[in-house]
């Protein structure tokens, strides 16, 4: 039996319910299965996150974790999954270890109990156990915030955009303790607005406003983007982007990083782009691989 399963959820917001938080999402996740849900702000991934681990009810559809279902089973929901909202929302008065030890309490458990779930992320706070945690940088902050989502050993990990705002060491960090959470056979559903995070898992789902766009592994679904990329940049990137939107070769371009990214229509567009390039003095192009982030542009603009 799958850890996670969504069938049909819709969730609206406003009077009217004219604001489509979730739109007929529909997924599995594996036992012991890393998930992405990887999509920009106001995609419904925290939505989707509060009805999984039983803080919001949905319009319709049903869903189910670890067997339960999450509407008539959420005290047995509750005791089996470990949540770590966006925001960090433990106790910031009370000391790292004073947090720590109220969530093991709250489970009916102990640190000493579960410690060596945690050991390896909460000896990297430890030295700082009676700072409080308020006083906290933003890594630090984050791994208590794990630890105490762990202690009393959840079969299922809910972590919402867990990384975001936090330094790019911290980030290569948590993906390296969730790997070995992994490991030890926990559940790990994370959401992230961060493209490059998609890799890391063993699958994901993309979904913008709403609706899933596509679900496969990382490399699947790169390798669905089935058209030519090119990378092109010169002095002038705004005309440039302006006069490669009116090329009948082109099927789409947008910035990204130092290049634009141009999506051809076909194979022979390539041609076509580089005669274009030739009459140019200033202008770089180059073929290249698409990622992530390429991939969801395509899947948004199919989408819409």
Request: aromatic letters at 8%.
């Amino acid at each position: 039996m799958p850890a996670v399963v969504v069938e049909n959820i819709i969730k609206t917001y406003g009077k009217k319910k004219e604001v489509k938080a979730l739109n007929d999402i529909s997924f599995g996740v594996e036992k012991g299965e890393l998930f992405g849900i990887i999509g920009p702000d106001g995609a419904g991934k925290t939505s989707l996150f509060r009805i999984l681990t039983t803080l919001l009810l949905a319009d319709s559809g049903k869903a189910s974790v670890d067997g339960f279902d999450v509407v008539k089973d959420y005290k047995s929901i509750r005791n089996r999954v470990g949540y770590m909202p966006g925001r960090f929302s433990l106790y910031q008065d009370l000391s790292v270890e004073e947090n720590l030890n109220f969530f093991a309490t709250i489970f009916n458990t102990s640190i000493d109990e579960n410690y060596d779930l945690v050991k390896d992320i909460y000896i990297q706070i430890e030295p700082f156990k009676k700072r409080k945690a308020g006083a906290l940088s933003g890594g630090m902050k984050q791994k208590l915030a794990l630890s105490c989502a762990l202690i009393h050993r959840p079969s299922v990990l809910f972590l919402d955009e867990p990384t975001t705002g936090v330094d790019a060491v911290s980030r290569k960090e948590f993906w390296d303790m969730l790997k070995g959470l992994r490991q030890q056979g926990i559940t790990i559903l994370v959401s992230t607005p961060y493209m490059d995070e998609a890799g890391l898992c063993d699958r994901v789902a993309l979904i913008q406003s709403g609706k899933i766009l596509s679900i496969n592994t990382p490399q699947g679904v790169v390798d669905s983007f089935s058209k030519p990329l090119w990378a092109v940049k010169s002095s002038s990137m705004l005309d440039l982007l302006h006069e490669l939107k009116e090329k009948e070769f082109v099927d789409n371009v947008y910035p990204f990083g130092e290049y634009h990214h141009v999506v051809l229509k076909n194979k022979s567009g390539g041609q076509a782009l580089s005669h274009f390039v030739e009459d140019k003095k200033d202008i770089e192009a180059l073929q290249v691989k698409p990622d992530i982030e390429d991939c969801f542009i395509e899947l948004m603009k199919t989408a819409d």
